[in-house]
C-alpha cells in the first residue's frame, strides 16, 4: 500500500481512518513486519500480509 492509499476512504464505510497491525519479531524487539491494514470503524483489511507476500 502507498502512502497516498492511506488517505482514501474505507470502500464498505467511508471511513478514512486505518489501524496499521503489526508484528513483533522476538529476536529484534526494535523491528517490526507490517500485518495488515484495516479499517478502524469497520474492520474492512485494504491489504494483508499474504497479499503483500504474493506481490
Known amino acids: 500500500m502507498k502512502i497516498g492509499d ?3 476512504k474505507c470502500p464498505k464505510c467511508g471511513d478514512v481512518d ?3 497491525k503489526r508484528d513483533i519479531e ?3 524487539h ?3 513486519t507490517t ?3 484495516v479499517c ?3 474492520g474492512y483489511v485494504f ?3 499474504k497479499e503483500e507476500e504474493e506481490e
Do not use: M
Request: aromatic residues 0%; hydrophobic residues 35%; proline residues 0%.
Open 40 to 42: 478502524t470503524k469497520c
Open 18 to 20: 486505518k489501524t496499521v
Open 30 to 32: 526494535a523491528h517490526a
Open 35 to 37: 500485518g495488515a491494514v
Open 47 to 49: 491489504k494483508s500480509k
Open 26 to 28: 522476538s529476536e529484534h
Open 6 to 8: 492511506l488517505a482514501k
